[in-house]
C-alpha cells in the first residue's frame, strides 16, 4: 500500500567535474583505440603487452596479448619459431608453436585529436571534459532518482517473499556457473541484496502505474 503522503527528503549527490587526471586517462585510452600493431624484428624477443600469434598442434591460431603475470606471462621472452608450454588451467596444457610477434605502437596525441576532427589536442582535451561533466551530471541525476526511489519504497515496507528470491537467485548463479564464475558466499550474500532492492523497487513503481 502506498502512504498517503509521498513526500521524501534526500541528500542530492555533489556534481563530479572533469579533473587532469580523468582527462588524461581518457587520452591515453584514446590512444590505445588508435594504436597500431608493429612486428617486431627478426630475432627479437617479445615484451608484455604484445600480440603474439600462436599455432596449436591442430594447426589452429590465435592472437594473445602477452602479460607480466599469469598463465600468458609464458609469451613474455620468446621469439618468433619458438615452441611454448601454455597452462590456461591447473589441468590443461597447451603446446604452441609463435608465428609472429607483434608491439602496440601508440600514435601522438595530436595525430589523435586530428583522426577525431579536432584542430589540436587542448581542442581534444576540451571535448574530453565537456563529457565526462555531461557523463557525471547524468549519472548525479539518476543517483538521485534512485536515492528518492529508495526512500518511497523504504516508506512503504515492501516484502518481497522468500521463494521468488531464491527462485531468481538461483537462475543467476545457474548463469554465472556456466560462464565459470562461482560467486563466494559474501558475493552471494551482496548479489541477494540487489536483487531484493530491485524486486522492491518494481514492485514500488507497479503500484504507482496502478
Do not use: Y
Request: net charge negative.
Amino acid at each position: 500500500d502506498l502512504p498517503d503522503d509521498l513526500g521524501v527528503e534526500v541528500e542530492a549527490p555533489e556534481k563530479m567535474e572533469g579533473t587532469d587526471e580523468m582527462i588524461n586517462e581518457a587520452v591515453e585510452n584514446l590512444k590505445t583505440d588508435h594504436a597500431t600493431l608493429v612486428p617486431r624484428d627478426e630475432g627479437e624477443e617479445s615484451q608484455a603487452d604484445d600480440v603474439v600469434l600462436i599455432k596449436d598442434e591442430q594447426d589452429r591460431t590465435q592472437e594473445i596479448q602477452a602479460r607480466d603475470d599469469g598463465w600468458m606471462k609464458a609469451l613474455v621472452g620468446i621469439k618468433v619459431g619458438d615452441e611454448v608450454m601454455l597452462e590456461p588451467s591447473e589441468d590443461e596444457s597447451i603446446r604452441v608453436t609463435i608465428e609472429s610477434i607483434k608491439r602496440i605502437e601508440l600514435p601522438d596525441i595530436e595525430e589523435v585529436a586530428e583522426a577525431l576532427g579536432h584542430d589540436d589536442e587542448e581542442a581534444l582535451r576540451n571535448e574530453i571534459r565537456k563529457n565526462i561533466e555531461e557523463r557525471a551530471e547524468n549519472d548525479a541525476e539518476q543517483s538521485l532518482k534512485l536515492a528518492v526511489l529508495d526512500k518511497l519504497v523504504e516508506e512503504c515496507e515492501i516484502v518481497i517473499p522468500d521463494g521468488i528470491v531464491d527462485q531468481l537467485m538461483k537462475q543467476d548463479l545457474r548463469i554465472l556457473e556456466q560462464r565459470g564464475r562461482t560467486l563466494s558466499e559474501e558475493e552471494q550474500e551482496e548479489m541477494r541484496e540487489s536483487l531484493i532492492t530491485r524486486l522492491k523497487r518494481d514492485r514500488f513503481l507497479e503500484a504507482v502505474r496502478n
